[in-house]
């Protein structure tokens, strides 16, 4: 069996390859570019991704991320494709394996209005166990995650909702306070960085996500 080289090649940094299991090396990400890509025909413009290193990066991370269920969150100033990159990851699921919701978030955006369009895609299963429909698992991607606003006390309460469901994969009724248990249900989010209406989210929120930061490409 062969080892693993434990460096990578000089002349990039590591974020220029990926580790290949069939042939146990490291390859650039220039490897996995599309050999002669063409714009698919009557593909409308706002929908046309041109495949590069950057956009190959970001969606075979997210990708590895999302199929081993692991909260990502992707961060970068407005035009970096965020959102370009979660659309293309959630058209790629099997959708016969993965059911889809998107919340854009707003400086309007409440706790409740999370918990009621999350609750809306899924049913009961058992006594305070609630999954999605048909036996899929859910992948919420809530875009603009730092915009709803802080309360009295420097909270946002929508995020502190997501929050506690990361931690302990529940949330309150909120006619008679009892517990509901959300199961088969992945987060995906993307923010840009503070200012214009966008603020600072708690670094405790912050720390559940596995946080991939989109650089303007070269």
């Known amino acids: 069996m062969r080892e693993l080289e434990g460096s990578f090649p000089n002349k990039d940094t590591v974020y220029e390859y990926f580790v290949d299991p069939k042939s146990k090396n490291w390859l650039n990400f220039e490897e996995r570019l599309p050999k002669g890509w063409r714009i698919p025909a009557?593909?409308?413009?706002?929908?046309?991704?041109?495949?590069?290193?950057?956009?190959?990066?970001?969606?075979?991370?997210?990708?590895?991320?999302?199929?081993?269920?692991?909260?990502?969150?992707?961060?970068?100033?407005?035009?970096?494709g965020k959102t370009s990159i979660a659309q293309s990851v959630l058209q790629s699921l099997d959708a016969n394996k993965w059911t889809l919701l998107t919340v854009n978030m707003s400086a309007q955006t409440t706790s409740n209005n999370v918990q009621n369009i999350i609750e809306s895609r899924v049913e009961k299963r058992t006594k305070g166990v609630y999954v999605p429909a048909g036996g899929k698992h859910l992948l919420t991607f809530m875009d603009d995650l730092n915009m709803p606003a802080k309360d009295t006390f420097g909270s946002q309460p929508p995020l502190e909702l997501l929050r506690l469901w990361i931690d302990y994969g529940f949330w309150y009724d909120r006619q008679n306070q009892s517990i509901k248990y959300v199961k088969d249900m992945l987060i995906m989010a993307a923010m840009g960085p503070p200012g214009g209406g966008r603020t600072a989210i708690s670094g405790r929120l912050q720390s559940r996500f596995n946080l991939i930061n989109m650089t303007f490409p070269s």
């Open 42 to 80: 009557n593909a409308p413009f706002y929908k046309i991704m041109v495949p590069t290193v950057d956009t190959v990066r970001y969606q075979f991370l997210v990708n590895a991320l999302v199929s081993n269920q692991i909260p990502v969150l992707l961060v970068g100033p407005v035009g970096t």
